[in-house]
């Protein structure tokens, strides 16, 4: 199965500002998916982020709010711009694992930020 | 939009009783998958289920899914404090996009 490497791992930040959050993948991906968790709550998709495309957003989610980049077929980032405290939340990035066997998706360990 | 709707939110049991959570979704999925979510972590990958009726075992865990591949169920046969956490389900379709589940938070008392 595929190891995603997501940093920072939490991060406070004053609101209005804006933070990057990085995903690199020990192996090439098509699709990179990126989630929020809000404290408590499920995961909402936020956008799927393809190689030499743009990315494409949910229902709620905008590019100027979460841009995202992807570069290569292995890291992915994904911005939270101009923040307000109703951003606190957990960011993960995610992949489908393909090959021969069945092994879902895999997901970063997330990256905890708290808007002040 | 697709909606997946999981019940129970929490469930509290005495260590060595069984524990089950239902998945249903607004529509027909393709494949239905689970995680597992500790404290603290992120969604670990459980199982996949594809075929209409299918079921599926490991350990103490079995999965279902429906005859018409839009509910899909979680039993666990007498839990262990290691199986604590919160239990997703998240239906999968054509484009590669899961959507999860409320999730089923776990509590086991030793």
């Known amino acids: 199965s595929a190891v995603i490497s997501q940093k920072p791992s939490r991060d406070i930040c004053q609101r209005g500002t804006s933070l990057t959050i990085q995903c690199q993948v020990d192996?090439?991906?098509?699709?990179m998916f990126w989630y929020r968790q809000q404290p408590g709550q499920s995961l909402t998709l936020i956008a799927t982020?393809?190689?030499?495309?743009?990315?494409?957003?949910e229902s709620g989610f905008v590019i100027d709010k979460f841009p995202i980049s992807r570069p290569n077929l292995t890291f992915s980032t994904l911005t939270v711009s101009n923040m307000s405290p109703e951003d606190s939340s957990i960011y993960l990035c995610?992949?489908?694992?393909?090959?021969?066997?069945?092994?879902?998706?895999?997901f970063g360990s997330g990256t905890r930020l708290t808007v002040v | 939009g697709q909606q997946v709707m999981q019940i129970p939110q929490y469930q509290h049991v005495q260590e060595g009783e069984d524990f089950t959570t239902y998945c249903n979704s607004s529509?027909?999925?393709?494949?239905i998958q689970w995680y597992k979510q500790r404290p603290g972590g992120h969604p670990v990958f459980l199982i996949q289920l594809v075929k209409s009726g299918e079921v599926k075992k490991q350990k103490r865990l079995t999965f279902q899914f429906g005859e018409a591949k839009k509910n899909s169920s979680l039993h666990i046969t007498a839990t262990q404090t290691t199986d604590v956490g919160t239990y997703f389900c998240a239906g999968g379709g054509d484009t590669g996009k899961l959507i999860f589940g409320q999730g089923t938070t776990l509590q086991v008392k030793p």
């Open positions: 192996s090439q991906v098509t699709m």
């Open positions: 995610s992949v489908e694992v393909t090959g021969s066997g069945n092994y879902g998706y895999t």
């Open positions: 982020a393809n190689q030499g495309s743009e990315a494409t957003y």
């Open positions: 529509t027909t999925l393709s494949n």
